[in-house]
């Protein structure tokens, strides 16, 4: 902001000194907050790994001129068959994790029985961290067996019951988990930086997953690619896992044959 008020002064004293505005107009717009917004091309829909591999491309053919020479770029996917593909990855990535268990809050911002921090403080942290996907930082404000409340980094709150919390049985190993929790005190407690996220008109408990995940949709009849997931979420990993040679241990690929009247 400090750039754009230098900017309109250095414009204002040119249209003085060149008698388009009077010395009176120039003394009044100078003293005038700024209230301009950032703004960016409107993006139809993300694809963001989709879209790093792409560039990728676009430099190792043309370099430094695939930024400078105003190259248009068409692919074969398609906004309802990549944003289909995003949600099935999320979805089944946080569905397998839940079943794992919780494996407790990201952080603890102050202690029960130590004084809870002002909303501008809470806020603030919550602005320094990422969201993934559909998860949102947040911190818990007030809890009790039936609800508790968490603040997001916007300000407002969210409710979380029991419906929202059931399923995080405490994590112990990849194959057990501690008891199913009777009361949202059972996970939650004032102070808990946690995750969270919406599902249908509830806000549910969530966490980042520890696992990963891609799709590739591919068209039978030509070999055009449809979407590409690259992982669960591009600010948790940049790491595209859907490429050839990108696997490792622990990670398996499978190809799905669909065919005409297999349903």
């Known amino acids: 902001m400090d750039r754009a008020v230098a900017r309109r002064n250095v414009v204002l ?113 919550l602005k320094a961290l990422p969201t993934y996907g559909p998860l949102l930082p947040a911190a818990v404000t007030s809890a009790n067996p039936q609800e508790a409340t968490a603040m997001l980094a916007d300000g407002s709150t969210v409710a979380l019951s029991m419906d929202g919390v059931r399923w995080a049985r405490p994590y112990r190993s990849d194959t057990q988990q501690g008891p199913t929790p009777r009361k949202v005190t059972d996970v939650l407690q004032t102070g808990q930086q946690i995750w969270v996220r919406q599902v249908g008109d509830a806000w549910w408990l969530a966490q980042v997953p520890e696992v990963n995940s891609a799709l590739v949709s591919i068209n039978p009849q030509n070999g055009a690619v449809m979407a590409l997931v690259g992982g669960f979420d591009f600010n948790q990993s940049k790491f595209n896992r859907a490429t050839p040679g990108t696997a490792s241990g622990g990670f398996q690929h499978q190809t799905v044959p669909l065919h005409r009247g297999d349903g």
Request: charged letters at 25%.
């Open 13 to 125: 004293s040119r249209m003085l000194d060149e008698g388009y505005i009077t010395q009176q107009q120039f003394d009044q717009t100078r003293t005038e907050a700024i209230n301009a917004n950032y703004h960016a091309p409107e993006i139809a829909f993300s694809a963001p790994y989709l879209s790093e591999m792409v560039r990728q491309e676009m430099y190792n053919r043309y370099g430094e001129s695939a930024y400078e020479d105003g190259y248009r770029i068409y692919t074969t996917i398609t906004r309802k068959v990549q944003q289909a593909a995003q949600q099935a990855v999320r979805n089944n990535v946080l569905d397998y994790d839940m079943r794992h268990g919780y494996r407790g809050p990201a952080n603890v911002l102050w202690k029960v029985g130590e004084s809870a921090w002002d909303n501008n403080k809470i806020t603030d942290t």
